[in-house]
């Protein structure tokens, strides 16, 4: 059984930056694509970020120059992280990962987590 658990989310105030980890375990042969979705409320979920298993990185254009995207293969984790956080990055963030455990890839998701940017 595959999970994903992330951790990191919480309350900031506008301009602040938070750290995000998501961290994959279970019985895997590999992981692909890994990335970082958001939803607010009423509105359809996004993506924020996303990395390849090569390394190379796709943002969503409202994030560009404030979040960045990076992954530990060792230890099967990726982060974002998130600076000058502005209100409307208010969302609950969830991990995504294409992984496989055997000929085909599935995606898995996180429980999401939540980050608040306030004053």
């Known amino acids: 059984q595959v999970q994903l658990v992330e951790s990191g989310g919480g309350l900031v105030q506008p301009g602040g930056s938070l750290r995000l980890s998501c961290a994959a375990s279970?019985?895997?042969?590999?992981?692909?694509?890994m990335g970082w979705y958001r939803q607010a409320p009423g509105k359809d979920r996004e993506l924020v970020a996303a990395i390849t298993g090569g390394g190379s990185t796709n943002y969503a254009n409202s994030v560009k120059g404030r979040f960045a995207i990076s992954r530990d293969n060792a230890k099967n984790t990726v982060y974002l992280q998130m600076n000058s956080l502005k209100p409307e990055d208010t969302a609950v963030y969830y991990c995504?990962?294409?992984?496989?455990?055997?000929?085909?890839?599935?995606?898995?998701w996180g429980q999401g987590t939540q980050v608040t940017v306030s004053t």
């Open positions: 995504h990962a294409n992984i496989r455990s055997g000929p085909y890839g599935t995606d898995y």
């Open positions: 279970g019985s895997m042969f590999s992981i692909d694509a």
